[in-house]
């Protein structure tokens, strides 16, 4: 069975203090979940689009932010309870978390009712010290800010 893949861009600062940017998913199924709910931007790729790009792509539509790959650090990939595999990338970016602008999805709600709705791909972003993404953050993605901090702490 193969399982689905998404690539995403964990942005960062480490002053004053080390934080990384998270983004809360949107739609009616993610509006009263707040711990273990939040993630870094991603989406899924297809087998023939290059992982790094998508990452890119997909940290625009979520969030408004374009960046360049120049100065990304690669992640090990890591693999959700789902048998999602994402594919990350980090990057020292600081920007302003209350002028996101995400791109919409639609789907029918309420359930079996006929009736289409639009919501956004996320709904609020925020920055987080380790300690707040560790309670915040889907559990298996945790696993990237950790190996982040390491790589930044072994320069």
Do not use: C
């Not at 048998?83 to 602008?101: M, P, R, S, Y």
């Amino acid at each position: 069975m193969k399982h689905t893949q998404s690539a995403g861009i964990l942005l960062y600062v480490t002053k004053p203090v080390f934080k990384v940017m998270l983004v809360h998913p949107g739609g009616p199924f993610w509006k009263n979940k707040d711990a273990a709910s939040w993630s870094l931007p991603k989406g899924e790729f297809s087998e023939n689009e290059e992982p790094l790009a998508a990452a890119l792509r997909e940290l625009k539509e979520e969030t408004g932010i374009a960046v360049n790959a120049k100065n990304v650090i690669a992640l090990t990939p890591v693999k959700q309870k789902s048998g999602k595999i994402i594919h990350a990338w980090a990057l020292a970016h600081d920007a302003e978390v209350t002028t996101i602008q995400s791109n919409f999805f639609e789907m029918e709600w309420p359930p079996k009712s006929g009736k289409m709705q639009s919501f956004p791909e996320v709904d609020k972003v925020a920055w987080f010290t380790v300690e707040q993404a560790k309670e915040k953050i889907i559990p298996a993605q945790f696993a990237l800010v950790t190996e982040l901090q390491q790589q930044l702490s072994a320069t």
